[in-house]
């Protein structure tokens, strides 16, 4: 199973980016899935969370009224809608399933690639 996140680039500060994380390969069932941020330097952080099929979402204090984690409309898509964009916001972008996966038949943890978000005028 992997994960492809994509939808980073170059915003301004105050807009807004969607960025989408789409799960592939296989025969599995997403759990649950996480938004993480990293900065050169810095470790990785926890943006905000959604279970799945219930979509009940959590998110970092340092985001929270500014983003969305949301299901996509294709399966096993979840999309992370940014707004009010900021300076520190730049980053890049993970997004970290919890998921059964039917052929192993075991749980399994797979983490995207990462997408570049970076937030300048």
């Known amino acids: 199973v992997q994960l492809q996140a994509s939808g980073g680039g170059l915003v301004q500060p105050g807009g807004s980016l969607r960025l989408s994380c789409a799960a592939f390969?296989?025969?599995?069932?997403?759990?649950?899935l996480a938004w993480y941020r990293q900065t050169p330097g810095s470790q990785r952080e926890l943006v905000g969370t959604?279970?799945?099929?219930?979509?009940?979402?959590n998110y970092a204090d340092f985001v929270k009224g500014r983003v969305t984690i949301s299901k996509g409309s294709a399966r096993d898509t979840v999309y992370l809608q940014m707004n009010s964009l900021k300076p520190e916001d730049t980053a890049v972008y993970y997004c970290?399933?919890?998921?059964?996966?039917?052929?192993?038949?075991?749980?399994?943890?797979?983490w995207g690639q990462g997408t570049l978000v970076t937030v300048s005028s």
């Open positions: 970290f399933a919890n998921l059964w996966d039917y052929v192993e038949d075991r749980y399994d943890a797979v």
């Open positions: 390969g296989g025969s599995f069932r997403l759990d649950s």
């Open positions: 959604i279970t799945l099929p219930g979509g009940t979402t």
